[in-house]
Structure formats: C-alpha cells, structure tokens
C-alpha cells in the first residue's frame, strides 16, 4: 500500500518570503499522480496544484510551485511571496493512474504566516 | 465556476440514529468519492463509486455505510447506526479523470 510522509507538522514564513514544504511517499508503482491541496480554518479542500509521475517538467501554479523528485520519492511545494491568506494546512496526496483511483493524504502541515 | 456541493453542512444526531449525507458533485464528472477527516487528524478515504456501483472502499466502510446515487445528481451516504466515533467531517469529491475535487464538507457531530 502507498504510503504518504509529511516530516513538518508546523512551518512558519514571513509575509513575501518563500517557504517550502516537504512530502515523501513510498510506492511500487511507476505511473501516478500526486497532488498539494489546502485546507484553510473553512475546512475546504483546495486543490492547489498537480503533478504526473510521467512528466519530467515540474508542476507551477502562480506563486506556487513543486520540486518532483521520483527516485527519491520526494514532492515538495515552494510558496514564493507568502501572503496573509497562504496561512492554511497543507496535505500532501498520492493517487494511482488507474481509474477512479482514491487520494492517499499525509498528515499535513501547518503553515503560519506572519506579518 | 461548477462546484461540488454538500448539505447540510452541519448535522448534529445521537447515537444510534441514521443519517444520510447529501452530495452533488460536477456535472459531467464520472468519479465520486467519500472521505472523512477526525478533527486534527489526516484526511481518510472512505469509498469510490463509478458507473452506479462501489468501485473501491475501505476498511472503514463497514456494513453500517452505504452509497447511493439515487437521481442524475445526488450522491449519499448514509450511515445506519451512528456511533461516537463516527464524529467527523465528511467530505464528497468527484473527479472527470484524476483531479479531485471537494465539496465544503459536512460537519458531523454524534451524541
């Protein structure tokens, strides 16, 4: 079974700098997709960006961006210009190629912005 | 922007009484999906229905849940006997191919 490991149950940045999140994930698989969503105090599920397995390229989404890692197994998202409204858990997911496939979450982490 | 909707969004019984969560997902979306999350922990995946029928569920999704996608539109799931630990948020996602998206989540507090 995959298994996802978010190691910063906490992280905190200063407003406009950048802040990196971490994500490891074990599998056998070698198709898959991964995920970043965010889950401010609303408690709504915010996809924020996506990546496939296949494609080299890392994934950008505006001020949001991923460090892909498939040897290591490593998946970490980059804030750059950190804002007031970043503030929000952020979990990590796995998912499988094949059909209707489920999301496999990490812990989350916390992260603080300070102004 | 089509969104995933919940109802209601918080739902308060006590234990031993049914309750059935209600979902419409994105329209054109073919994938739908159940999870929960106990405050402060990790979001669990609870089960997954295509094509009218349970394609994956998980060991949490016992004989005392179900699914249903009674209409065109709405997605259930109900929960016969609802105990203590059934106290959690309840989120619905539905996905075209394999991005999900989430509805608000039902609060679900068991008394």
């Known amino acids: 079974a995959q298994t996802v490991t978010q190691s910063q149950p906490e992280m905190s940045v200063q407003e406009a700098e950048t802040v990196t999140l971490s994500c490891t994930y074990d599998?056998?698989?070698?198709?898959?997709?991964l995920f970043w969503y965010k889950q401010p105090p609303s408690r709504q599920m915010i996809l924020v960006i996506r990546?496939?397995?296949?494609?080299?390229q890392n994934a950008t989404e505006n001020r949001f961006s991923v460090n892909f890692q498939k040897a290591a197994k490593s998946f970490s998202l980059k804030i750059s210009d950190s804002q007031l409204g970043d503030a929000a858990m952020y979990f990590c997911?796995?998912?499988?190629?094949?059909?209707?496939?489920?999301?496999?979450f990490g812990a989350g982490t916390i992260l603080r912005v300070k102004s | 922007e089509p969104e995933v909707t919940q109802t209601p969004s918080h739902q308060v019984t006590q234990m031993g009484q049914e309750v059935i969560l209600r979902c419409v997902p994105i329209?054109?979306?073919?994938?739908f999906y159940w999870y929960r999350q106990i405050l402060g922990q990790k979001v669990e995946f609870l089960v997954s229905?295509?094509?009218?029928?349970?394609?994956?569920k998980s060991e949490i999704f016992d004989d005392q849940f179900s699914v249903e996608r009674p209409d065109g539109s709405n997605f259930t799931l109900k929960i016969r006997s609802t105990k203590l630990e059934d106290s959690a948020m309840y989120f619905c996602?539905?996905?075209?191919?394999?991005?999900?998206?989430f509805g608000p989540g039902t609060r679900l507090t068991v008394t």
């Open positions: 599998t056998s698989e070698s198709d898959y997709y």
């Open positions: 997911a796995y998912r499988s190629a094949g059909k209707g496939g489920k999301l496999v």
């Open positions: 990546q496939e397995a296949y494609k080299q």
């Open positions: 329209s054109n979306h073919l994938y």
């Open positions: 996602a539905s996905s075209p191919h394999y991005e999900q998206y």
């Open positions: 229905f295509y094509n009218n029928e349970i394609s994956e």
